[in-house]
Each structure stands twice: as C-alpha cells, then as structure tokens.
C-alpha cells in the first residue's frame, strides 16, 4: 500500500495518493453532516443551531491537534524521501510523545473551562444548555481524534494513504448507525448525537494505532536505538508548532465569526450552520489534495528533485482551479435546494439566508483552492512560517472586515459573507508572489498553467461583452493573458465576474442582490 512519491507520472501519482484522503475527509464530512441531519430533522432548529457553534468550537480544538500532526507528517515525509530511517525513527519517537502531553493538557483546560468558552462564544441562554450538554460528551473525544490523526499521518508520510481511509470509513458507518441508535430509537437527545461522534472517533484512533503498532513496527525506535537530542525535539516543534498554530489561527478566527455570527440570533445561527455544512463539503476535496500535494513536495524535496516539484505545481494548480470552478458553478445555482436537506422548508427565513450565504462565498472557492495548495507547498519545503504569515493574513482580513462591515445597517451579516473571499484573494497575491521570487531566486521558471489554458478566459469575456454587460476588464483584455507570476489572479477574478455576470443576466434581477456588478 506504500507508494514512492517521488517515481512516476506526476498527475497519475498525486491523484491516487490524494484519492483516498479526498474520500476519507468527504465520509468525515459526511458523518458531521449525518449530526447536523439528524438533529436537525428530530430535535429542531434550536438544536441544530446548538450542533453548529459546537462545531466550529471543536473544530478549533481538533485543529490544535491536527495541525501539530501534520507538521509533524512533513519532517516524516523529508526524511522518507532523504531515506534516513534512522532520523525518522527519532522523529516518530519524539513527536508521539510531545504531542500527547499536549492533547492531554488541552482536554483537561477544556474540561474545566466549559462555562467560561461558552459565555465567550456569546451564547443564547435559549441554546446554551443544549449546547453545554453537547459539548461536554464531545471533550472527551479530543485524545482520540489526536490517535487517529497522528498514525493517519505518519502513515500518509509513508506513502500509504488507503489504511488511513479504511478506519476513517469504520468510524463514518459507525457514527451514521450510532446516532439512529442514540437519538431517534433511544431518544437520547443532543447528547445521544455526542456519544456517536466520541464513540466513533475512540473506534477509529484505538483501531490505526494498534494497526501501525503491528504492521510498522521498523519504524518505532528500540530504547538502544533513540539518539534523541535537543535539536530532534526542537526541529519536531519547529513544524509542528507551526502548522498547529496555523491551524489554531485558521479556526480561531472562524470561532470568531461564530461569535459574530451568534449576535444576529438564532436564524442566522441556524442559516450559517448548515451553510458551513455545505461548505465545508464542496471545498474539502480541494483541501485534501493540497495535503496530498503538501506530501509529494515534501518527499521530492527530500529527494532533491527539483524539475519534479515544479511539474507538481503546475500540475495541482490547473486541476484544484478546474475543480474549484465547478464546484462553485454547482453550488451557486443549486443553493436553495442544499439548505433544504438540513432546514425544512416552512422556515424561509434561515433558508434565504444560507442560500446568500453560499452563493457569496461559493462562487470564489477558487480562491481556497490556491490558498491551501501555497500552505501545503511552503509546509513541504520546511518553510511552515509562511504559511502560518498566509494564514493570518487572510483571518485577519477576514476577521477585521466582518467586524467593521456587520455593525453597519445597511450591510449586515452580507459584510461578514463578503469579507472571506476577500480574505483568500490577498492571502493568494502575496503568496505566489513570493513564490514566484523564491523561483527566480533558484533560476527557475514560474508557470502555474499551461499556455491554452487561456483561451478560457477570452471565451468567458467574449461571453461578458455579448450578454450587454460592460466589461470589467478591458484594459486586461487588450494585453496578452497569461499565467506567469502574481497575474494568474487577476485572470481568474476577470473570468469569475464574466461568469457571475453572465448568471445573472440569465436569472433576472435576484442575484444582483448578491452580485451587484
């Protein structure tokens, strides 16, 4: 099941390694989704909104353990591909036991802090007690999720990304068929839905770690063998420190549009629930991929094979822009009937305002897409501080636009739908920007796209000119487009407005509401 990143057709390679993990994230997705569902359908709108606000608050405490997994796959990916056993070992050593000492501190601090997370959130007192009860069975979690995440990883840095997959996929069916049990046969409330999440989360980290355990065991070093030293636990917290702090930073600032978001009440609560449902689903496949893409980079780049990594890039950057176009295509017009599978359709309020909602932030997922493929490329080459700089520029963007935006009347929460493309857009300028001066620096060629990938763009502003519209970009058009540097971004704004323009003439008046071109 390994497999040697660095042998073999470029695309053929990153897209079976990513296979697996884009189908192990979508059934994680997808049993988050089966709460939402679930509670949603059985215990209310109020419940639901409960549901939602625990999510982003877990999904801030699972990131802090995500991400010092992850860092740590990285530092396991270059030494894999430098085919240093020996450091590797040391590295698999250290880092399993730093990072459990931070699990365990991190689930005790939430445990006995509850109360305090809650009232910052700024809670409804009509969902906290739903919410607190949610919560609490949740915590208990937190050790189990870091079990499976750190094998998961290491594994992936191995090449093996399908066991990863097989447990990932017990725990999905296994959730699916606990919450049935819990909350509709059982009766057991919100915190029947809790106890399937923790159980199956407690399935899946017991279950891959036994099986690395036993199947892996070269790679865990004899007590003779553990030439562990200052530099080894310094250089594990380097990476993993960093990617945990973009993680944390990434998900805090969502904790905080949370909190925004919670100040507008329950429908917008309920709304932006199931909308982060949605979108997190659509966007994930992109997101996987990077940290697939994340692996290959680390493993040639161990490697030193340069001329390799560069057709990597321009390779995953056409397919996650193709991608994130269609994606965005099929949510932007479908939106409405996406909100109806977590909201009943009596409540046309919530339903408007998630379909506003995603038809803002879907429609620039091509923005996402370049975002995660720069944070996977700078973790790959150990420079993981960059994309921690990546990270906090487009949260900060987004987090400070929402802030001054929503208190204003006449915007409203559509200031907080508007600022997080806006976000991903600067975070991307100023990424490939550097990327292209780190390139140049090598005396290397920067070519995100092939050449006959522009042809899309003219046929999109042709497209633009003939539905009567103005142009928005006629100064581009009279240039040659092409894709080399920092321009490819300012291609790809131009043809997502000719686009947005051209769905708009077709459905009337009711996007400019969203679009106002």
Wanted: include cysteine.
């Amino acid at each position: 099941m390994k497999k040697d990143l660095t042998k073999g057709p470029v695309t053929k390679t990153m897209l079976y390694f990513a296979a697996p993990m884009i189908l192990g994230n979508l059934l994680q997705q997808g049993y988050n989704i089966v709460d939402a569902l679930i509670v949603g359908r059985f215990l209310g709108a109020d419940a639901l909104a409960a549901v939602g606000s625990a999510y982003s608050l877990m999904t801030f405490l699972n990131a802090i353990m995500i991400g010092l997994c992850m860092g740590s796959g990285t530092i396991f990916s270059v030494c894999f591909g430098k085919q240093d056993k020996q450091q590797l070992k040391n590295y698999v050593a250290v880092s399993f036991l730093w990072i459990a000492a931070v699990t365990i501190l991190l689930n005790v601090v939430s445990l006995l802090g509850i109360d305090g997370i809650l009232h910052a959130l700024k809670v409804p007192s009509a969902l906290y007690g739903m919410m607190r009860d949610y919560v609490w069975v949740i915590f208990f979690g937190i050790f189990f999720t870091f079990l499976y995440n750190y094998f998961a990883f290491l594994l992936r840095a191995l090449g093996n990304s399908v066991v990863p997959l097989c447990f990932l996929g017990a725990a999905a069916g296994g959730n699916i068929l606990l919450d049935i049990v819990f909350v509709v046969i059982w009766e057991q409330g919100i915190r029947g839905a809790a106890w399937a999440t923790v159980l199956s989360q407690a399935g899946a980290g017991i279950g891959i770690g036994i099986y690395v355990c036993c199947k892996e065991r070269s790679f865990f070093p004899k007590r003779k063998e553990l030439t562990c030293n200052w530099k080894t636990l310094l250089q594990v917290m380097r990476h993993a420190s960093a990617a945990c702090v973009q993680q944390s930073v990434m998900n805090f600032g969502i904790l905080m549009i949370q909190g925004l978001v919670n100040s507008f009440g329950a429908s917008v609560m309920a709304a932006f629930a199931a909308a982060v449902k949605i979108d997190s689903f659509a966007y994930m496949p992109a997101q996987e991929f990077s940290n697939a893409f994340s692996l290959f980079i680390a493993q040639n780049y161990g490697s030193q094979k340069r001329k390799r990594m560069q057709e990597g890039i321009r390779k995953a950057g056409m397919l996650s822009i193709l991608f994130c176009l269609l994606v965005s295509g099929i949510i932007f017009g479908l939106a409405p009937y996406l909100m109806q599978i977590f909201v009943d359709g009596t409540e046309t309020e919530i339903l408007a305002i998630g379909t506003q909602y995603l038809r803002i932030e879907g429609s620039f997922y091509v923005g996402i897409g370049i975002l995660f493929l720069l944070y996977g490329y700078y973790r790959g080459v150990e420079k993981p501080e960059l994309s921690l700089l990546l990270t906090i520029l487009s949260l900060g963007t987004r987090v400070l636009l929402a802030y001054l935006l929503a208190p204003i009347d006449r915007i409203g929460v559509l200031g907080i739908w508007w600022a997080i493309p806006i976000g991903w857009i600067l975070a991307d300028s100023v990424g490939l920007l550097y990327l292209k001066k780190l390139n140049q620096r090598e005396k290397q060629s920067f070519a995100f796209f092939p050449q006959k990938l522009s042809r899309f763009f003219y046929f999109c502003l042709c497209l633009n000119i003939l539905c009567g519209r103005k142009p928005i970009c006629l100064k581009a058009a009279n240039q040659r487009i092409n894709f080399h540097g920092i321009h490819f971004m300012q291609q790809i704004n131009c043809c997502f407005v000719c686009l947005l323009r051209i769905a708009g003439t077709a459905a009337g008046k009711e996007h400019d509401a969203f679009f106002p071109l």
